[in-house]
């Protein structure tokens, strides 16, 4: 139903997704899963940016993200929005130039 595309490994830059507003986060039920949406609208499986970082290799929700980035110190921005289509997450590390967008599988292009 849904095209997986497996791209090459997302190179993130400062600056390159709009910043997030600070908000609370809400719980995302367990077996949901997300993606990463790149600047070009593409979504691509979590595993293709992490996969070369052990300590982020077994992230499948953006609060596991959050959670992992937090504990090493990282001060988080975060917001989310939903639609019809689905949850889109956008998840700013400032310290480290990072955003990522994380989103629902519904909200992925066809």
Not at 48 to 77: R, S
């Amino acid at each position: 139903m849904y095209k997986r595309l497996k791209a090459a490994p997302l190179r993130l830059k400062a600056g390159v997704v709009a910043l997030g507003l600070v908000t609370a986060v809400p719980v995302v039920q367990a077996g949901e899963d997300w993606f990463l949406m790149g600047r070009n609208g593409q979504c691509m499986e979590m595993g293709t940016l992490f996969a070369k970082m052990p300590d982020l290799a077994q992230v499948k929700t953006p609060q596991q993200y959050i959670a992992i980035m937090e504990a090493k110190g990282n001060q988080m921005e975060s917001s989310v929005s939903s639609d019809a289509k689905g949850k889109t997450y956008r998840v700013r590390v400032p310290a480290k130039g990072l955003t990522l967008t994380f989103v629902e599988p519904g909200v992925c292009p066809l």
